[in-house]
């Protein structure tokens, strides 16, 4: 089914609105030859679809939880010969689907049902059996490099050896430029490996997705929007447009902080090196607040400090409990627990903001067979993700949690998908999915957007909030770092894939291509010359090997807010909407648990204009988020030349 977000994404992978569009596809499988099919047979095909279609669901479903959270070799067969079966079952169900998706009169909820289903995978099957397997063996070996990736300071030492939560604590914490830089490198490594298997993948995807009758596989992947690919093509043009302006004043200034910290070090074309950003891909910049904080010390926002002082309490007081003097042993297992404790407290501290909206409480199935932390024994991929197992109550989380704000936000995010699976559960399967993709993504974080620092500082993640426009400054520049710089990021990984799909990028260009991205859209340089012939820096992006889109993210990124702005209009709120929280307003609640129990069951823009009164996605309301920042921005840049205009 889907495992949501999973690798092979099998699901709400394209998470799929139909397409209103009348252009259906087209495809060579031939109707059979026979009076046309009344509306009653058609929905009857529907009913049996959607039992054929969760039943197909749960072996691959499961079969890939393992493969990610236990890699071995053995486990990445099971997932790749399960992922085939359920391929094959899609592709015959969309041939035979084909017969009735115009049998006169038939329902439009049947008609919809029968489109949805041609977008249920991100993996379209080639008709070609020894292509597919060759197709879904490649998809499990790519995620299984992702998720054991590892690289070694000393080749000859594995001590030395890093995984991604290694490297990517040494960016968040480590100011150093020479230590950011190794450990950008290193990881960057691991995608070298996945050159020539990606190279075959993007082969097979649009062998897969022709024999479905798209183009190639990226206008499948765009088709899913309720609008035709082209037109979705442009609307996030027009989004960016919006937005980029915003985006440029942030670049601009953050720039010029590092320029005070790194000097001559600083490429002079305007431009950022990747890997002193605070993260590995650029792409949230919030690890990096410290040197560029605007009124240094003011509101104090320490959410970090306090995650860590939590978790060293917890330790602390099972140390106290334990009886006897601790071995070495007694201690890892003390510590192991202590994490396990404080994981666990963070999960539980975003389910409380979801039942104080009246949301229901998560099932003690989730906390059960949910994994909270990067397993000790074993390669798994510890990338975020939720999971809808059976359509029905198991559902679970997959993330290797850390006592860092990044993470406490993300099981934010996270839930924000468990609560839509359990929203929409009552829906046929086929309509369980986001309205569109981006909803799926967005409904999280924009809970994550009433964490304001006065909520925080309720909850006790941080000092007292205080009402200093500096504090406002100060905090609108944290969220900033994270939500406007990731806005660029959002944009080009799909722009680069929309290339690579349709042949305008070539696998000798892979890399080239990315880099002219990167520049172009974030102002972002790599930090070091690329070697173009070997190097594959998308490789090292968890959405490239497991093929997830991600044109959703640009999507949430802009939605979240147009969501926020509702919600806070149903809560009675009329302050600046940087100031709202919804917590505990059970009026805002019930419109928004509407609105994700109506999951893929008609067009998004209805979905939305329930919600927000618009039917269209709209950036005016991330600009009126962040107004205050953005005209102090532009103070600060007045008479600045800037040296990156994002035009080249
Ligand atoms: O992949 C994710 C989530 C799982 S859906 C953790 N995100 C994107 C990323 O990490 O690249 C959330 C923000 C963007
Ligand atoms: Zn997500």
Redesign the pocket.
């Known amino acids: 089914m889907k495992p949501m ?1 999973a690798s092979l994404a099998l699901a709400v992978a394209l998470a799929l609105a139909a397409c209103s569009s009348s252009k259906a596809p087209q495809t060579s499988a031939q109707a059979p030859a026979k009076a046309a099919p009344t509306a009653a047979e058609a929905h009857a095909f529907v009913a049996q679809m959607n039992k054929d279609y969760k039943a197909q669901s749960l072996e691959p479903a499961a079969a890939e939880w393992v493969a990610e959270t236990y890699i071995t070799g053995d486990t990445q067969m099971l997932t790749a010969k399960a992922q085939e079966r359920y391929l094959k079952w899609l592709s015959d169900e969309i041939g035979r689907a084909r017969a009735y998706e115009n049998a006169a009169g038939i329902e439009a909820a049947d008609k919809r049902a029968l489109q949805l289903l041609k977008l249920q995978t991100a993996i379209p099957a080639p008709r070609n059996p020894e292509h597919l397997a060759e197709l879904t063996t490649l998809a499990s070996r790519l995620t299984a490099a992702y998720g054991a990736g590892k690289y070694c300071d000393d080749p000859k030492d594995p001590k030395s050896c890093k995984n991604l939560d290694d490297a990517s604590k040494i960016l968040a914490e480590d100011r150093d430029w020479n230590d950011d830089l190794a450990a950008w490198r290193g990881w960057h490594g691991v995608g070298r490996g996945m050159r020539s298997d990606y190279v075959r993948f993007v082969e097979l995807l649009n062998e897969g997705a022709k024999d479905l009758g798209y183009d190639n596989v990226g206008t499948m992947w765009r088709a899913g929007y309720d609008m035709s690919p082209a037109d979705f093509n442009a609307e996030t043009d027009r989004l960016w447009g919006q937005v980029k302006p915003l985006y440029a004043q942030l670049q601009c200034y953050v720039r010029r902080k590092l320029k005070d910290k790194y000097g001559d070090k600083m490429p002079n074309d305007g431009t950022i090196p990747a890997h002193i950003t605070g993260n590995m ?1 650029a ?1 949230d910049w919030a690890n990096i607040y410290g040197l560029v904080e605007p009124y240094p010390g003011v509101g104090g926002l320490d959410v970090d400090a306090r995650l860590k002082a939590e978790r060293d309490a917890a330790y602390r007081k099972l140390l106290a409990g334990f009886k006897g003097k601790p071995t070495a042993d007694d201690l890892a297992a003390l510590d192991r627990h202590a994490d396990a404790e404080q994981a666990l407290a963070m999960v539980r501290r975003a389910e409380d903001f979801y039942t104080s909206i009246g949301f229901p409480a998560l099932p003690a199935s989730f906390f059960e067979k949910s994994m909270f932390l990067r397993p000790r024994d074993r390669d798994a991929l510890c ?4 999971w809808p197992m059976d359509f029905g109550t198991d559902v679970r989380f997959k993330m290797c949690i850390h006592p860092t704000a990044e993470d406490q936000y ?1 099981i934010y ?2 839930m924000g ?1 468990i609560y839509y699976f359990l929203a929409y559960k009552d829906q046929p399967p086929i309509f369980q999915g986001g309205a569109n993709d981006g909803f799926h ?1 967005a409904i999280g974080d924009t809970i994550r957007l009433n964490l304001t620092p006065a909520y925080l500082h309720r909850i006790g993640l941080s000092g007292a909030a205080g009402e200093d426009p500096k504090a406002v400054i100060n905090a609108q520049m944290k969220l900033a770092l994270e939500k406007v710089a ?1 806005l660029p990021f ?1 944009l080009l990984i799909d722009k680069w894939r929309w290339g690579v799909f349709d042949g305008s990028i070539k696998p000798e260009q892979y890399n080239t291509a990315w880099w002219e991205l990167r520049r172009k859209y974030q102002g972002v340089s790599a930090p070091v010359p690329r070697d173009d012939a070997a190097d594959f820096d998308p490789g090292a ?3 490239v090997p497991t093929n ?1 889109p991600y044109m959703r ?1 640009f999507l949430a990124d802009i939605l979240q807010f147009q969501f926020q702005r509702a919600l806070c209009k149903d809560a009675g709120f009329d302050g600046p909407l940087y100031q709202c929280s919804v917590y505990g307003n059970k009026e805002a609640g019930a419109k928004f648990w509407q609105m994700l129990g109506a999951g893929a069951s008609r067009p998004w823009q209805q979905t939305l204009k329930t919600l927000t009164g618009q039917d269209d996605m709209d950036a005016s309301a991330i600009l009126d988020y962040f107004q205050p920042l953005h005209a102090w921005l532009e103070e600060q840049n007045k008479g600045v030349d800037c040296g990156w205009s994002g035009e080249g």
């Open positions: 977000h891909w792409q990338h975020a993700s939720a993300t995010h996270e998908h993504e990731f959002g992006k968890n959405h997830v993210y």
